[in-house]
């Protein structure tokens, strides 16, 4: 009886080996469909990855990163607004100041006080900016190491991309463009250099540079230590990075102490520019530069505590965050194929810097730009992941490619939170002067809205007000049936 019982628990070993076996080989077969859909959608033609006429599926992601990046580009982009060009003035013609730095030195020796000047050489940094992305991830073999290329498609598609191009002429622009000039270098102690030079510079334009790009800075010198060779190197790693931050926020507290602007000294700031300025200037920057960061925080409780924030906060993620997650997605599968063991902590510190934007929440209420920095942080630390720890390619798994042609879908149809009012751009991009009724006087609108209800068999009520003395239409019209 004994061993009857034995040799029945064999055979229900067997029997839930060979169904487990059923299993995986269903699922590999899945895969495997799923994989031959996947190279549909990339254009693989038979034999394209092994030598056939077809195109490749990793050019064909190569030209879709392109062409998507083009796509959101246009949806956003703009000339600058008032509030930037405004800020760019800023200088040490009063003393030091904070956010004085740009305007000082670039400001003066380019003639930025002429708007066209600055509208010419701002979008050209956001151009240089978008060049620089593009060879930094070339440089680090993302689409080689991550075949057939997806993830740089999935950023170039973002609603991230889109926003940095609306914001065309903030400082975002010039901040990132230090961060990412310094993730170019590869030695770790040279790096360490760069970055130091870069949070030095980038504090001094504006300090959003500490909570904005310092982590990325931090913790792609704090990988060196995983890469060392030596002790040494090790110890240059992990105490630059730590030292990156001292610096940072030391650098912050001076500027903040040294750079407060009185009431008098932002009045006469405002004179000086006006007279040497022949753009738009915005009004609020003069009454916000006065302002510390206590008292920045005092009227962040006040904004937090209006019932729109939440809902607000939420659908601004929900434009950022499908991507910022694909990507931190790929960097934590990255680690843990090139660094078993110490993947966690890796990934900890790329986890902290690609959300580490998200503490501007606290001093500022521009929360679409915070999350724009969020995509883009999770797409500089895949690249700096891919750059200094990249080893041999790794195929991305099926669900992960689903989750990249999703959010790419997700990302063209994104649109929303501008600012000063305005609204995506769709395709062609492009605004003609007769292409819609509303760029006619409101006159000629209220005629011609009240003869087409007339000729439908309908009533027109137009709904008007009164400003300065004069009536004008509200932009409100009901069209009724006629029973």
């Given at each position: 009886?004994?061993?009857?019982?034995?040799?029945?628990?064999?055979?229900?070993?067997?029997?839930?080996?060979?169904?487990?076996?059923?299993?995986?080989?269903?699922?590999?077969?899945?895969?495997?469909?799923?994989?031959?859909?996947?190279?549909?959608?990339?254009?693989?033609?038979?034999?394209?990855?092994?030598?056939?006429?077809?195109?490749?599926?990793?050019?064909?992601?190569?030209?879709?990163?392109?062409?998507?990046?083009?796509?959101?580009?246009?949806?956003?982009?703009?000339?600058?607004?008032?509030?930037?060009?405004?800020?760019?003035?800023?200088?040490?013609?009063?003393?030091?100041?904070?956010?004085?730095?740009?305007?000082?030195?670039?400001?003066?020796?380019?003639?930025?006080?002429?708007?066209?000047?600055?509208?010419?050489?701002?979008?050209?940094?956001?151009?240089?900016?978008?060049?620089?992305?593009?060879?930094?991830?070339?440089?680090?073999?993302?689409?080689?190491?991550?075949?057939?290329?997806?993830?740089?498609?999935?950023?170039?598609?973002?609603?991230?991309?889109?926003?940095?191009?609306?914001?065309?002429?903030?400082?975002?622009?010039?901040?990132?463009?230090?961060?990412?000039?310094?993730?170019?270098?590869?030695?770790?102690?040279?790096?360490?250099?760069?970055?130091?030079?870069?949070?030095?510079?980038?504090?001094?334009?504006?300090?959003?540079?500490?909570?904005?790009?310092?982590?990325?800075?931090?913790?792609?010198?704090?990988?060196?230590?995983?890469?060392?060779?030596?002790?040494?190197?090790?110890?240059?790693?992990?105490?630059?990075?730590?030292?990156?931050?001292?610096?940072?926020?030391?650098?912050?507290?001076?500027?903040?102490?040294?750079?407060?602007?009185?009431?008098?000294?932002?009045?006469?700031?405002?004179?000086?520019?006006?007279?040497?300025?022949?753009?738009?200037?915005?009004?609020?920057?003069?009454?916000?530069?006065?302002?510390?960061?206590?008292?920045?925080?005092?009227?962040?409780?006040?904004?937090?505590?209006?019932?729109?924030?939440?809902?607000?906060?939420?659908?601004?993620?929900?434009?950022?965050?499908?991507?910022?997650?694909?990507?931190?997605?790929?960097?934590?599968?990255?680690l843990r194929r090139w660094m078993p063991g110490r993947h966690r902590w890796l990934y900890a510190g790329a986890l902290l810097a690609t959300l580490a934007p998200l503490s501007l929440n606290l001093l500022g209420w521009d929360k679409n730009r915070w999350n724009e920095l969020l995509c883009l942080n999770a797409f500089l630390m895949l690249l700096a992941v891919a750059r200094q720890m990249g080893g041999?390619?790794?195929?991305?798994?099926?669900?992960?490619?689903?989750?990249?042609?999703?959010?790419?879908?997700?990302?063209?149809?994104?649109?929303?939170?501008?600012?000063?009012?305005?609204?995506?751009?769709?395709?062609?991009?492009?605004?003609?002067?007769?292409?819609?009724?509303?760029?006619?006087?409101?006159?000629?609108?209220?005629?011609?809205?009240?003869?087409?209800?007339?000729?439908?068999?309908?009533?027109?009520?137009?709904?008007?007000?009164?400003?300065?003395?004069?009536?004008?239409?509200?932009?409100?019209?009901?069209?009724?049936?006629?029973?």
């Open positions: 009886m004994r061993g009857q019982g034995c040799a029945g628990k064999d055979a229900r070993a067997r029997v839930k080996g060979e169904m487990s076996d059923a299993r995986t080989r269903e699922r590999q077969g899945g895969d495997e469909v799923a994989e031959r859909a996947l190279a549909a959608a990339g254009c693989c033609g038979p034999g394209s990855e092994a030598g056939g006429p077809g195109m490749s599926a990793g050019r064909f992601w190569g030209w879709m990163a392109v062409a998507l990046g083009a796509v959101a580009v246009g949806k956003g982009i703009r000339r600058p607004n008032a509030w930037a060009y405004t800020q760019a003035q800023l200088d040490y013609s009063f003393g030091f100041i904070r956010s004085g730095f740009f305007g000082a030195t670039l400001g003066h020796a380019l003639g930025l006080n002429r708007y066209a000047h600055f509208a010419a050489f701002s979008t050209g940094l956001l151009l240089l900016l978008f060049a620089a992305l593009a060879l930094l991830a070339r440089s680090s073999k993302l689409a080689e190491l991550t075949p057939p290329g997806e993830l740089l498609a999935v950023y170039a598609s973002s609603y991230s991309v889109t926003y940095l191009a609306h914001v065309n002429g903030y400082f975002d622009i010039p901040l990132a463009l230090l961060c990412v000039g310094a993730l170019f270098v590869r030695s770790t102690g040279r790096r360490l250099a760069a970055a130091a030079v870069a949070t030095t510079v980038g504090i001094l334009i504006h300090e959003q540079f500490l909570f904005a790009f310092v982590p990325v800075l931090a913790v792609s010198v704090a990988f060196g230590a995983a890469t060392a060779k030596s002790a040494g190197e090790r110890r240059v790693a992990w105490i630059g990075g730590a030292l990156l931050v001292v610096l940072g926020l030391g650098l912050t507290v001076c500027v903040d102490r040294d750079g407060a602007v009185g009431a008098a000294q932002a009045e006469g700031l405002q004179q000086t520019i006006e007279q040497r300025t022949d753009g738009p200037l915005k009004a609020e920057v003069w009454q916000v530069l006065p302002l510390t960061p206590g008292e920045n925080l005092e009227t962040m409780r006040s904004v937090w505590r209006r019932p729109t924030f939440v809902p607000a906060q939420v659908e601004s993620l929900l434009l950022f965050a499908p991507t910022a997650a694909v990507l931190s997605w790929a960097t934590l599968l990255l041999a390619g790794v195929q991305l798994p099926v669900r992960l490619r689903r989750a990249c042609l999703i959010v790419m879908l997700l990302n063209m149809a994104a649109g929303g939170g501008m600012l000063d009012g305005r609204h995506i751009r769709p395709f062609p991009f492009m605004r003609s002067g007769d292409a819609a009724v509303v760029d006619a006087p409101a006159a000629g609108v209220a005629a011609q809205l009240r003869d087409a209800a007339s000729r439908a068999g309908h009533d027109f009520v137009e709904a008007s007000a009164r400003r300065g003395g004069s009536e004008f239409p509200m932009g409100l019209c009901v069209v009724r049936r006629r029973l």
